[in-house]
């Protein structure tokens, strides 16, 4: 089974700075995808980064960036320019593709975000 | 494009009783998934639905069922309710093809056991 590890349960930063969570990821599966979700004191969960497993691209939203390192089955999401509107709680999460994209979501244990203004 | 959507936002339940929660996808989306979050356990996927039939179930009891309508609309039931069944409950629907494996999620439904 595959599991996913957010080793910050909780970082703070300076408004406009720029803020790197980690995460790290366990698979025997060569073809998935990584995601980076937000979720704010309303609940609702959003997509913020989306990563395809064979692209060996990073992929960039906007402010948000992330540095995928298969070998080392790392992912981790750069935030720049943090604004106080990136307050939430932020999981990363893998999913199969080796089922015909069946598989469920994995989640980690998520990294509270905290902005300073 | 409207969002996911769920119904009810919120629900009070008193133990043995059951439960169903009901889950629109976002329009042309013919995936649904459901995922439990708690405190403790943190994000666990409960089952996911694709045209009508589930195709994957996460590790939890047979009192957690599911079906998918014709219309992918998706209701998830919960029957003997227990203490340890109070969670957030998230819908999340994904698209076609490439867009099949991006789930987008709705904005849950609080279930509270009493």
């Known amino acids: 089974a595959q599991t996913v590890t957010q080793s910050q349960p909780e970082m703070s930063v300076q408004e406009a700075e720029t803020v790197t969570l980690s995460c790290t990821y366990d698979t025997s599966e060569s073809d998935y995808y990584l995601f980076w979700y937000k979720q704010p004191p309303s609940r609702q969960m959003i997509l913020v980064i989306r990563?395809?497993?064979?692209?060996?691209q990073n992929a960039t939203e906007n402010r948000f960036s992330v540095n995928f390192q298969k070998a080392a089955k790392s992912f981790s999401l750069k935030i720049s320019d943090s604004q106080l509107g990136d307050a939430a709680m932020y999981f990363c999460?893998?999913?199969?593709?080796?089922?015909?994209?069946?598989?469920?979501?994995?989640f980690g244990k998520g990294t509270h975000l905290i902005i300073q203004p | 494009k409207a969002g996911v959507t769920q119904t009810p936002r919120y629900l009070i339940k008193t133990r043995g009783q059951q439960v169903t929660l009901s889950c629109s996808p976002i329009?042309?989306?013919?995936?649904v998934s459901w995922y439990q979050q708690t405190p403790g356990q943190g994000l666990q996927f409960l089952f996911e639905?694709?045209?009508?039939?589930?195709?994957n179930k996460g590790n939890f009891p047979g009192r957690f069922s599911g079906r998918q309508f014709s219309n992918s609309r998706s209701e998830m039931n919960v029957s003997t309710l227990e203490l340890g069944d109070s969670a957030l409950y998230l819908c999340a629907s994904s698209g076609r093809g490439k867009a099949l494996d991006t789930q987008y999620f709705g904005p849950g439904t609080r279930l509270t056991v009493l």
């Open positions: 639905y694709f045209s009508e039939t589930q195709r």
């Open positions: 990563q395809e497993a064979y692209k060996q």
């Open positions: 329009s042309g989306h013919r995936s």
């Open positions: 999460a893998y999913r199969s593709n080796s089922g015909g994209g069946a598989d469920g979501l994995t």
